[in-house]
């Protein structure tokens, strides 16, 4: 995908309530109508038997297409096993900052990964900046995650975004450590104005450097917030003609209701959310659209 599209930034979790009629409708129904596309991918599969269920029951509805999924975490393992079971589309999401909950004994794994918490968690600019002394370690706990994906799923991941959007921290990006010609999740996208220079100068270029090894999608926004009203509408009236992906967290409650409650619709009614991650105008990760024609789109999202 062509950088230029967007102007960047980059920008865990609440208690869901139980008792919500299930029963009234599935969201595949009410979504499921010709127009726009829009791809709503669930981060965090895995993480523990919460995020997992809620996850779950948002694709057994048709409300998201795919996850996101964590290994050595205390639901990895169950949760391969349910995404086996009821065909979910899977990426890798990777964890370089939240520490391993697994029963497993990983002693290397967790020192090495401590040592990469401590410095991308130190300050706000640590995860843009280059740590030559980290970089056995950042290549480790990366290909030690792809590893065990592979060993979880039956096969390496297609796609991959991270905790904290830290699979775009700078030792990553420049060691090269991700698969090339995978899907990759590129930085968060805000209209013209709404972040500094530097700012956007930064993720244009990173992305653009994501581009020439990887696939990506046109743009990418977290579901919230959802106020202004408009936010939303703008962002999925870009679906028509471009590869969106949306970030949503079900173990958030107001994002799973907002998700199985089929609130999507009320913002546009000809949307419909993908059946799994599908990049309807990606070719070989580019498409030739003009920066002009990306500058006009995203100042509709405003």
Same mark, same amino acid.
């Given at each position: $995908? !062509?950088?230029?599209?967007?102007?960047?930034?980059? $920008?865990?979790?609440?208690?869901?309530?139980?008792?919500?009629?299930?029963?009234?409708?599935?969201?595949?129904?009410?979504?499921?109508?010709?127009?726009?596309?829009?791809?709503?991918?669930?981060?965090?599969?895995?993480?523990?038997?919460?995020?997992?269920?809620?996850?779950?029951?948002?694709?057994?509805?048709?409300?998201?297409?795919?996850?996101?999924? $964590?290994?050595? $975490?205390?639901?990895?393992?169950?949760?391969?096993?349910?995404?086996?079971?009821?065909?979910?589309?899977?990426?890798?999401?990777? !964890?370089?900052?939240?520490?391993?909950?697994?029963?497993?004994?990983?002693?290397?794994?967790?020192?090495?990964?401590?040592?990469?918490?401590?410095?991308?968690?130190?300050?706000?600019?640590?995860?843009?900046?280059?740590?030559?002394?980290?970089?056995?370690?950042?290549?480790?706990?990366?290909?030690?995650?792809?590893?065990?994906?592979?060993?979880?799923?039956?096969?390496?991941?297609?796609?991959?975004?991270?905790?904290?959007?830290?699979?775009?921290?700078?030792?990553?990006?420049?060691?090269?450590?991700?698969?090339?010609?995978?899907?990759?999740?590129?930085?968060?996208?805000?209209?013209?104005?709404?972040?500094?220079?530097? !700012?956007?100068?930064?993720?244009?270029?990173?992305?653009?450097?994501?581009?020439?090894?990887?696939?990506?999608?046109?743009?990418?926004?977290?579901?919230?917030?959802?106020?202004?009203?408009?936010?939303?509408?703008?962002?999925?009236?870009?679906?028509?003609?471009?590869?969106?992906?949306?970030?949503?967290?079900?173990?958030?409650?107001?994002?799973?209701?907002?998700?199985?409650?089929?609130?999507?619709?009320?913002?546009?009614?000809?949307?419909?959310?993908?059946?799994?991650?599908?990049?309807r105008f990606s070719k070989s990760g580019s498409k030739a659209v003009n920066v002009q024609m990306n500058r006009q789109?995203?100042?509709?999202?405003?």
């Amino acid at each position: $995908m !062509n950088p230029d599209r967007q102007e960047i930034s980059t $920008m865990d979790n609440g208690q869901a309530n139980a008792g919500l009629d299930r029963s009234r409708f599935l969201v595949s129904d009410t979504l499921e109508r010709p127009g726009a596309v829009i791809i709503l991918n669930a981060d965090d599969w895995g993480r523990d038997r919460a995020t997992t269920d809620l996850s779950l029951e948002c694709i057994r509805v048709g409300a998201i297409s795919s996850v996101s999924a $964590m290994v050595f $975490m205390a639901d990895s393992e169950r949760a391969a096993d349910l995404a086996r079971l009821h065909g979910i589309d899977t990426g890798l999401h990777l !964890n370089l900052t939240l520490p391993y909950s697994t029963p497993q004994r990983l002693l290397r794994l967790l020192e090495h990964q401590e040592r990469l918490s401590r410095f991308l968690r130190s300050n706000r600019l640590a995860p843009v900046l280059y740590h030559p002394g980290l970089a056995r370690s950042f290549e480790y706990v990366v290909r030690v995650q792809l590893e065990e994906y592979e060993r979880l799923f039956g096969v390496p991941p297609n796609r991959l975004d991270g905790h904290h959007h830290m699979h775009l921290c700078a030792n990553v990006v420049k060691q090269r450590l991700l698969p090339e010609g995978v899907i990759v999740r590129r930085n968060l996208t805000f209209p013209p104005g709404e972040k500094g220079f530097l !700012n956007r100068f930064y993720r244009r270029r990173q992305d653009r450097r994501l581009a020439s090894r990887h696939v990506l999608t046109d743009f990418f926004f977290d579901l919230q917030p959802f106020e202004p009203r408009n936010r939303l509408a703008k962002i999925l009236e870009l679906a028509a003609h471009f590869d969106i992906e949306v970030e949503t967290h079900p173990i958030r409650d107001e994002e799973f209701r907002f998700l199985v409650n089929g609130e999507l619709i009320r913002y546009a009614e000809d949307i419909s959310v993908s059946r799994g991650y599908i990049l309807r105008f990606s070719k070989s990760g580019s498409k030739a659209v003009n920066v002009q024609m990306n500058r006009q789109a995203l100042r509709r999202t405003k």
